[in-house]
């Protein structure tokens, strides 16, 4: 699937996904929801990014693990 709002750069924050245009990653967002905050309070953290990247950094992490899977030890 395409994640026209992520990008991976090798240069950018270790070639971790990132909200495009951003040095964000997704990780920290899905961090931040992880533990609690809400996407307006996501929002307010981090005003450059929009509701839409937000929505775009779970399809994401939703496409990556449906893709790679999560095996048990």
């Given amino acids: 699937?395409?994640?026209?709002r992520i990008s991976i750069a090798p240069g950018v924050m270790g070639g971790?996904?990132?909200i495009?245009?951003?040095?964000?990653?997704?990780e920290h967002i899905l961090g931040y929801l992880g533990a609690?905050?809400?996407v307006d309070d996501v929002l307010e953290s981090f005003p450059?990014?929009?509701r839409e990247d937000i929505l775009?950094?779970?399809?994401f992490a939703a496409d990556f693990l449906r893709q790679d899977g999560i095996v048990a030890a």
């Avoid at 495009?20 to 997704?26: E, Y």
């Fill in 16 to 18: 971790k996904a990132c």
């Fill in 48 to 50: 450059f990014i929009t």
């Fill in 56 to 59: 775009a950094a779970l399809v």
């Fill in 1 to 4: 699937m395409e994640h026209p």
């Fill in 36 to 38: 609690g905050d809400t």
């Fill in 20 to 26: 495009k245009g951003t040095r964000l990653p997704v």
